[in-house]
T-cell receptor, first 117, second 113 residues
Framework: GAGVSQSPSNKVTEKGKDVELRCDPI?????LYWYRQSLGQGLEFLIY????????KSGLPSDRFSAERTGGSVSTLTIQRTQQEDSAVYLC???????????????FGPGTRLTVL | GNSVTQMEGPVTLSEEAFLTINCTYT??????LFWYVQYPGEGLQLLLK?????DKGSNKGFEATYRKETTSFHLEKGSVQVSDSAVYFC????????????FGTGTRLTIIP
């Protein structure tokens, strides 16, 4: 079946502009995660959605970052007033979700490479 | 909080050599442990996992054993191939609503023929 898809694959923007990154998880997966991969910080967690529960936003680096998940499926990560330090690859992952106990495998999308000039 | 410490890279080996990439962790409770791999130009994919102490995860000739007493999950392969060249990430997650992954810094492995 189809895996996790993300769009766009590449995004170049100017400092100060807003950007939206999209993630389509695997059908039927109730858990969705956003991570960021950058040279200086490695792979870091941003936000986690599980079903209808309130999202875990503990990894968002500032209030310029927000995310939503509509209808329990597609998610959008929004970065407002982008800064050069936001340049990174933004990864989305999905999994079957809570109730499966430990070791729930997360399946990653190809990522969106964001470059802020 | 949770953390993962991973062997610094890069690592360069000859084909058919034995591979070990060290990984240790700090976590509360009983985390699950993972190795993810990122091949050149590709996305992150799960290599293997273990969900409780003394479990051994294995895939594609790679193995790792969940050692609670030493808080380790070292990755091993007896005979590496050129196609194993990639970046390897050790990671852990909590359970039951706390499944976000905490990653190590990654180890770049290059296998030369």
């Amino acid at each position: 079946g189809a895996g996790v898809s993300q769009s766009p694959s590449n995004k170049v923007t100017e400092k100060g502009k807003d950007v939206e990154l999209r993630c389509d998880p695997i059908s039927g997966h109730t858990a969705l995660y956003w991570y960021r991969q950058s040279l200086g910080q490695g792979l870091e967690f941003l936000i986690y959605f599980q079903g209808n529960s309130a999202p875990d936003k503990s990894g968002l680096p500032s209030d310029r970052f927000s995310a939503e998940r509509t209808g329990g499926s597609v998610s959008t990560l929004t970065i407002q007033r982008t800064q050069q330090e936001d340049s990174a690859v933004y990864l989305c992952a999905s999994s079957h979700g809570i109730g499966r106990g430990g070791g729930d495998t997360q399946y990653f999308g190809p990522g969106t490479r964001l470059t802020v000039l | 909080g949770n953390s993962v410490t991973q062997m610094e890279g890069p690592v360069t080996l000859s084909e058919e050599a034995f591979l070990t990439i060290n990984c240790t962790y700090t976590a509360t409770g009983y985390p699950s442990l993972f190795w993810y791999v990122q091949y050149p130009g590709e996305g992150l994919q799960l290599l293997l996992k273990a969900t409780k102490a003394d479990d051994k995860g294995s895939n594609k000739g790679f193995e790792a054993t969940y050692r609670k007493e030493t808080t380790s999950f070292h990755l091993e392969k007896g005979s590496v191939q050129v196609s194993d060249s990639a970046v390897y990430f050790c990671a852990l997650s909590g359970n039951f609503g706390n499944e976000k992954l905490t990653f190590g810094t990654g180890t770049r492995l290059t296998i030369i023929p």
